[in-house]
């Protein structure tokens, strides 16, 4: 690797690092003005380790790490910060014991006790519906917090109807039904699980379906008929999991073309799988919906499964490689020929797409996400926040700021009836040159401008992953 990749990598490594500090304070250092129109609370959510192992938390999997939920509350201009962990039996019990006795998906605990606890931890994103606010993970069932004061209330299993092991950190919400339908993988028959949970927290699906392999399936997407399920290509083996492997030895990318599984959403139905032309992975689909008999997906893929594994296992410690490189592609499901076409947008990387959650399952014309530098950049994304025009339109995108690197952008509505790019794009930002960590405000039509506002938060958060806004307009 060149010096500016490695220097690249550093900077990924150091912001990624945990600042165990639960937070509860008001946002004092704002840069320009917080929209008065902005009423209600951006949660997010990402691994922040509060018991770091004996060898210290660069040996971590990019993938590990406690719950802390982050609130950032706004009404009437102003805002403020809350912070706390989720705390599951795993987090309870290191805390009991003073040490980091929960074990990684790389590294083992540093001792063993008994009995042994399950490796809960809901670090990856954080939902608000149906009057609840669930922390999520994909090895474990949603875990409940309190929306206002982010207590801990525990696991909750689609009241009684769970038919896994766990369910994934990406639901759904039909912007127009309400319903959230959410999935579920493990790496045995049967392989998927799907629910649906009703407007008034009803849960009024529960099904599962074999897949042809067993893959990671980080996330799924929706349309207004249809759920889709993407097979990457890369192969979940649980043996050595069952061994005291890790969790990159129980992935393997394998040479096979991406296979989609689309079902209605109506109970009771099948599965049909569609091959892709090429091989891939993807952790995160766009957005879908239907139009004249067809499905269009657009979603961040990644063309070597086998590199993004390796570049995960070594992200904390520096040694993310070339493997975090996810580039836009649109899929092109053919419901009555049974075929997929694939479509690649732009060399330039991307990850974490977002849209107006408004549109979830139905056509949308703006898509937001963060991406590499022009050029390609030192490392795969994360450098700005680009807006998206799925009719053709020329992209724009946030400046690159030196030591500056997003999260993932997460769009806001200026009202219920507000046009679709008619808001606000809200970001984490975090600072490597001053080991800071900002949320700004971007004007959903014009991203390139300065932001709106820019909030600096007394507490550094680490980088993370997901977040999702819930109005309380």
Known sequence: MNDAVLAANEQFAEISLPNPVEADAAITRVEGEIPQELTGTLYRNGPNQKISPKVGPRALHFFDGDALIQAIRFEDG????????????????????????????????????????????????????????????????????????????????????????????????????????????????????????????????????????????????????????????????LAPLLTGGTFTQALSGVDR??????????????????????????????????????????ACTYENPQSLIDSLDGARDGKVGSGLDANPYLYEFDLEAGTCKETKFSDSTAEFPRIDPRLIGHKNRWGYASTAEPAGGALGFSRRITKYDRQGGSSTHTKVVDGQWTGEPVFVPRSKEAAEDDGFVLVATHDANKAETAVEILDARGIDAEPLARLHLDTRIPFGFHGNWASSA
């Open 78 to 237: 102003k805002a403020h910060h809350l912070g706390r962990y989720a705390r599951t039996a795993a987090f309870e019990r290191n805390l009991a014991e003073g040490e980091y006795v929960q074990a990684g998906l790389r590294i083992p605990a540093d001792r063993v006790v008994e009995p042994p606890i399950p490796s809960h931890s809901p670090n990856t994103n954080i939902v608000s519906h149906a009057g609840r606010l669930f922390a999520l993970a994909e090895n474990m069932p949603p875990f409940e917090m309190d929306p206002e004061t982010l207590a801990s209330k525990g696991l909750w299993e689609y009241d009684g109807k769970m038919l896994g092991m766990s369910t994934t950190a990406h639901p759904k919400i039909d912007g127009r039904t309400g319903q959230m339908w959410i999935h579920g993988y493990q790496p045995m028959s049967p392989h998927i699980q799907l629910y649906c949970v009703e407007p008034d927290g009803r849960v009024s699906l529960a099904e599962a379906h074999d897949a042809p392999w067993a893959s990671m399936m980080h996330d799924f997407a929706i349309t207004e008929n249809h759920v889709i399920f993407p097979l990457g290509s890369m192969e979940f083996d």
């Open 257 to 298: 073309p991406m296979t989609f599984g689309i079902r209605s959403r109506e109970a009771g139905s099948e599965i049909r799988w569609f091959e892709a032309p090429s091989a891939g992975y993807m952790f995160h689909p766009a957005n879908a919906y239907e139009e004249d008999g067809k499905i269009f997906m657009d």
